[in-house]
């Protein structure tokens, strides 16, 4: 019962974490303005750098490529990966490659024309 209890409080926990407002209330911090824990939409500019979901757009969110290849999730919308291969990390078929899993990844780069052009890419 107790188990139960604590997990249900870290899972709130969590939630709530997932907006928390950054300053400690003498510097002068944006009110206005909250901290997310993925990246959850583009910029004009196109340059994103944050948390994502990171997968086989084919195998695992439904893209309509032919083929296995390795791709972000940013909000609703899925960007392929243009410069990493999807077996760089690991290989993609096996128990724990990105044909089976969904993974999260920090990544820094530019969407453009529907790709994602990474910079960096690293999975945790």
Same mark, same amino acid.
């Given at each position: 019962?107790? =188990?139960?209890?604590i997990s249900v409080v870290f899972?709130? $926990? $969590?939630?709530? @974490?997932n907006s928390l407002e950054a300053?400690? #209330?003498?510097?002068?911090?944006? &009110? ?5 824990? /993925? ?8 340059? +994103?750098? #944050?948390?994502? /979901? ?11 490529? &032919?083929?296995?290849? $390795?791709? !972000?999730?940013?909000? &609703?919308? +899925? =960007?392929? +990966?243009?410069? +990493?291969?999807?077996?760089?990390? $690991? ?6 490659? /990105?044909?089976? *899993?969904?993974?999260?990844?920090? *990544? %820094?780069?530019? !969407? %453009? %024309? #529907?790709? @994602?052009?990474?910079?960096? /890419?690293?999975?945790?």
């Amino acid at each position: 019962m107790i =188990y139960k209890y604590i997990s249900v409080v870290f899972i709130t $926990l $969590l939630i709530m @974490l997932n907006s928390l407002e950054a300053g400690c #209330g003498t510097c002068a911090a944006d &009110r206005n303005k909250s901290s997310k824990a /993925f990246i959850e939409d583009i910029p004009s500019d196109g340059r +994103v750098s #944050g948390k994502t /979901f990171a997968s086989c757009g084919m195998c695992n969110f439904d893209t309509k490529d &032919r083929s296995c290849g $390795l791709s !972000v999730k940013i909000g &609703r919308e +899925v =960007y392929k +990966v243009a410069n +990493v291969d999807i077996d760089e990390h $690991l290989d993609s078929h096996a128990k724990d490659g /990105f044909c089976n *899993v969904v993974r999260i990844a920090n *990544v %820094k780069g530019k !969407v %453009k %024309k #529907g790709k @994602l052009y990474a910079d960096s /890419f690293s999975i945790q």
